[in-house]
């Protein structure tokens, strides 16, 4: 199992975070920040995506966590995976999947990287959806990992959200923000290996490491920094 990159982030810690995950504060916060994010008329701003990511820690894991999801859509439409959690990261992010008896190495990262590059140039609008509990377990009933999330993170008779870009829909608390387009330079850092929860008795999954920038020099100085 991986022991942790990004800031020492490894299954022990996001097990943590599972474990005391708060559905109801979680949703009250990140509508907070969904508000301020889709201000109307400040998405326009030629300046928006780097002010988001210079704002703060949550702004900059929103705009991290955006780009999560075009990885795990790279993943399951690349590689058939059954996605579980991608977290943002203050340097990063990662989704774990899981593929079986695939592993994946640094010769598929430009087969990951391609498709988020599509995504991106596309300039899709990440669309939020409210979610009813039944209908979530109905809409990700072939994938057991979000099953298992669902059913133990959101309380019956409640709701939970999901994002749409395209064709790909995500459970995810989100915020996001507002498109594709403002994901400027991205990149596969690093895979590893994980297993679900935190836990050696369960499924093993690949773990895939990104970054992104909303500017491209940003990046090339990121790799010369990295050299």
Same mark, same amino acid.
């Given at each position: 199992?991986?022991?942790? =990159? ?15 995950? &708060? ?42 966590? &955006? ?11 690349? =590689? ?12 990063? %992010? =990662? ?7 695939? &592993? ?35 809409? %990700?009933?072939?994938?057991? %990992? ?12 409640? &709701?939970?959200?999901?994002y749409r870009q395209g064709d790909f829909i995500d459970l ?13 330079? =991205? ?25 992104? %920038? ?14």
């Open positions: 199992a991986d022991d942790g =990159f990004f800031g020492g982030v490894g299954d022990a810690v996001v097990a943590n975070v599972l474990a005391n995950f &708060s559905h109801a504060a979680a949703a009250a916060a990140t509508a907070a920040i969904y508000a301020l994010v889709h201000a109307p008329g400040y998405s326009d701003h030629p300046t928006y995506a780097k002010d988001a990511v210079r704002m703060g820690h949550g702004l900059l894991c929103r705009y991290h966590f &955006s780009l999560t999801v075009l990885l795990g859509q790279a993943l399951e439409h690349e =590689f058939g995976g059954k996605l579980t959690h991608g977290p943002a990261l203050d340097s990063g %992010f =990662f989704y774990d999947c899981y593929l079986g008896d695939v &592993s994946i190495g640094d010769k598929d990262w430009k087969a990951l990287e391609k498709p988020v590059q599509t995504a991106v140039k596309a300039k899709l609008p990440y669309e939020r959806i409210v979610i009813s509990r039944s209908d979530a377990l109905e809409l %990700f009933k072939h994938n057991p %990992f979000k099953v298992q999330i669902i059913t133990s993170k959101v309380p019956e008779g409640t &709701s939970t959200t999901c995810c608390m989100g915020p996001h923000v507002p498109s594709t387009g403002m994901m400027k330079a =991205f990149q596969v850092t690093r895979n590893s290996s994980a297993y679900w929860l935190g836990d050696a008795d369960n499924d093993s999954l690949q773990r895939i490491y990104g970054i992104s %920038f909303p500017d491209k020099k940003e990046l090339k100085a990121w790799k010369k920094m990295m050299e």
